[in-house]
């Protein structure tokens, strides 16, 4: 009895693991993809730095969050995707007035 415990520890930590990851792809995926989907001038008008920035720091951290799995890098890109949604995404929202896309 005593051998199966460290065997069922190990299958909880990869499961919460699994969970963590899907979680962090799926919040930097949707930042990323509200950041192609916007317009450029929006962007300056809300005083944050620019679309094309935004894409690349998400992108990458996309890129390392996949390859990486959990790690340092990937705490960064999902916190970089939770600030573009939390701060930016609700700015530009405010700018075109709470409606519909930005088209």
Same mark, same amino acid.
């Given at each position: ?35 192609? =989907? ?9 005083? =944050? ?40 995404? =609700? ?9 519909? =896309?930005?088209?």
């Amino acid at each position: 009895m005593a051998i199966a415990a460290p065997i069922f520890a190990f299958a909880v930590r990869d499961v919460i693991e699994l969970i963590l990851l899907v979680f962090a792809l799926i919040v930097q995926g949707v930042a990323l993809v509200h950041v192609i =989907t916007q317009r450029s001038d929006a962007f300056a008008a809300v005083g =944050t730095i620019p679309k094309g920035a935004w894409a690349a720091i998400l992108a990458v951290c996309l890129v390392f969050t996949l390859f990486a799995r959990i790690s340092i890098l990937g705490l960064v890109g999902v916190a970089a995707g939770l600030i573009y949604l939390l701060d930016v995404r =609700t700015g530009l929202r405010d700018l075109r007035g709470g409606r519909g =896309t930005s088209w």
